[in-house]
């Protein structure tokens, strides 16, 4: 199975301050296709999950335009460019090339 | 309105089985792979099991594989899990997932 890591596991963050979670996968996740399978979720306090990023760096609709993801073949980032109050909550990233699909472990974030 | 709402969720003893639902409203059901996804109390996110659009194509993970049966009825726009065997590990909230749209989570609790 492709196992996925996420660093750092908790980030505390200044309200207007940049974020960034590092995401690496123990195998390429470039597809047969082309494409490069990586997503990125956010998990608020007590909600369910809601994606944010698909395919390393496509927005998801309503997605805030201060989130952007980057990265290549096993190593992605989740950026945050000023983080408000609502982002606080943990952020998985997830691979959809291989089977089994399979998460990070999750980072959580919330403010200093 | 785009929804899945999951239902069939609650307290069954090791061993028990219980059938998970849920329902697709506000897009064309038929037209999607869709996906089933737990989360353990406090902990992150597992994929469980992905069915494609015509039911040809089922996915499991190895965790519940022989013991978790998906299924869909696209005429009724529904999506089920069969669980048998059920451990006191399967304990979570489980989701039904399509890329960016994910369901509120139904809680199931395995305990004696």
């Known amino acids: 199975d492709v196992v996925m890591t996420q660093s750092p596991l908790s980030l505390p963050v200044t309200l207007g301050q940049p974020a960034s979670i590092s995401c690496r996968s123990s195998?390429?996740?470039?597809?047969?296709?082309?494409?490069?399978?990586l997503n990125w979720f956010q998990q608020r306090p007590g909600q369910s999950p809601r994606r944010l990023i698909y395919?390393?760096?496509n927005r998801d609709s309503g997605v805030p335009d201060r989130f952007s993801g980057s990265g290549s073949g096993t190593d992605f980032t989740l950026k945050i460019s000023r983080v408000e109050a609502e982002d606080v909550g943990v952020y998985f990233c997830?691979?959809?090339?291989?089977?089994?699909?399979?998460f990070g472990p999750g980072t959580k974030v919330d403010i200093k | 309105e785009v929804q899945l709402v999951e239902f069939g969720g609650g307290l069954v003893q090791p061993g028990g089985s219980l059938r998970l639902s849920c329902a697709a409203s506000?897009?064309?059901?038929?037209?999607?792979?869709m996906n089933w996804v737990r989360q353990a109390p406090g902990k992150g996110l597992e994929w469980v099991s992905h069915?494609?659009?015509?039911?040809?194509?089922?996915y499991y993970a190895d965790s519940v594989k022989g013991r978790f049966t998906i299924s869909r009825d696209n005429a009724k726009n529904s999506l089920y899990l069969q669980m048998n065997s059920l451990r006191d590990e399967d304990t979570a909230v489980y989701y039904c997932?399509?890329?960016?749209?994910w369901g509120q989570g139904t809680m199931v609790t395995v305990s004696s």
């Open positions: 997932m399509r890329g960016y749209l």
């Open positions: 506000g897009f064309t059901f038929s037209s999607y792979n």
């Open positions: 195998q390429s996740l470039v597809h047969s296709d082309g494409n490069t399978y």
């Open positions: 395919k390393v760096s």
């Open positions: 997830m691979q959809g090339t291989h089977w089994p699909r399979t």
């Open positions: 069915i494609d659009k015509s039911s040809s194509t089922k």
